[in-house]
C-alpha cells in the first residue's frame, strides 16, 4: 500500500532508491555519481552522493563510491585516467556535497584541511519537535559502545555528564567516562511546519 502521508511517500521513495542502488551494475553507478557531478578542475571533482550509498564496502554492500571511483575517473576524463581518491567520508544516509581528487598529493592535502578543522562542515537536518531555544549549542559527550541486535557491532552513543533527577527534575551531574569524547555542535532553526523542523547544524569538535 502506498503512503497516503507525502512525507511518508517520500521515505519510502528513498528507501526504495537507497535499495536500488545497491542492485545496479557499477557502470551505472559511476554514471549517475557522474550525472550528479557539481564542480570538477585539474585537481578535484565534486559530487552529490545520493541517500543511501555508503562511501566503503562492507559485510552486504554491493555497491560504494570507493569501488567505482576508477570507472568514474575514466568516465570524466579519458580511458587511461588514474583512479579518483576519497578525501572524507560521508554517512550512508547522508546526502550532499563529497570532494574527490584526481591524485594522492591533492587527497593528501585536502585530508589534511578536514583533520586541521580548515573545512567548514555545514549540514541541514529534518527533526521531529521544535527546538527550545531555536538557535544553540549541543555539547554532550559521546563514546563508542558494543550495541548487541542481530549482529553485535560498536556504535558511537551519548554520555551525558549531567541528567534529569525524575523525583524533582533537578539537574544531577553523573560520573564521566574517561573513554568519552567531546562533541559540539552548534544549532539553528532555519523553518518549522507541523511536528518538524528544519535545522542547519554545525560541528564544532568534528
Known amino acids: 500500500?502506498?503512503?497516503?502521508?507525502?512525507?511518508?511517500?517520500?521515505?519510502?521513495?528513498l528507501t526504495a532508491m537507497s535499495q536500488q542502488l545497491q542492485q545496479v551494475h557499477p557502470n551505472v553507478l559511476a554514471k549517475i555519481l557522474k550525472q550528479r557531478t557539481l564542480y570538477q578542475n585539474e585537481e578535484i571533482v565534486v559530487i552529490d552522493k545520493p541517500y543511501g550509498l555508503p562511501v566503503h564496502g562492507g559485510p552486504g554492500i554491493?555497491?560504494?563510491?570507493?569501488?567505482?571511483?576508477?570507472?568514474?575517473?575514466?568516465?570524466?576524463?579519458n580511458m587511461k585516467a588514474e583512479p579518483l581518491h576519497l578525501c572524507h567520508r560521508l554517512?550512508?544516509?547522508?546526502?550532499?556535497v563529497m570532494v574527490l581528487a584526481r591524485?594522492?598529493?591533492?587527497?593528501?592535502?585536502i585530508r589534511l584541511l578536514f583533520k586541521?578543522?580548515?573545512?567548514?562542515?555545514?549540514?541541514?537536518?529534518?527533526v521531529l519537535g521544535d527546538p527550545d531555544p531555536v538557535e544553540g549549542v549541543v555539547e554532550i559527550p559521546i563514546v563508542e559502545k558494543e550495541v548487541q541486535s542481530h549482529q553485535?557491532?560498536?556504535k558511537m552513543t551519548l554520555a551525558p555528564n549531567y541528567?534529569?533527577?525524575?523525583?524533582?527534575?533537578?539537574?544531577?551531574?553523573?560520573?564521566?567516562?574517561?573513554?568519552?569524547?567531546r562533541a559540539v555542535t552548534r544549532y539553528r532553526r532555519l523553518a518549522a511546519a507541523s511536528a518538524c523542523s528544519l535545522l542547519q547544524l554545525q560541528p564544532v569538535t568534528g
Request: hydrophobic share 30%; proline share 5%; glycine share 4%.
Open 163 to 181: 541528567r534529569l533527577c525524575p523525583e524533582d527534575g533537578r539537574v544531577v551531574r553523573t560520573r564521566g567516562n574517561r573513554h568519552a569524547e
Open 103 to 109: 591524485s594522492k598529493e591533492a587527497a593528501e592535502k
Open 152 to 154: 553485535s557491532h560498536y
Open 116 to 126: 586541521t578543522r580548515q573545512v567548514e562542515k555545514i549540514y541541514w537536518a529534518i
Open 91 to 96: 554517512d550512508k544516509e547522508t546526502t550532499g
Open 1 to 13: 500500500q502506498i503512503p497516503k502521508d507525502p512525507t511518508q511517500r517520500w521515505l519510502r521513495e
Open 62 to 77: 554491493k555497491n560504494c563510491i570507493a569501488d567505482v571511483l576508477p570507472i568514474l575517473a575514466k568516465m570524466l576524463e
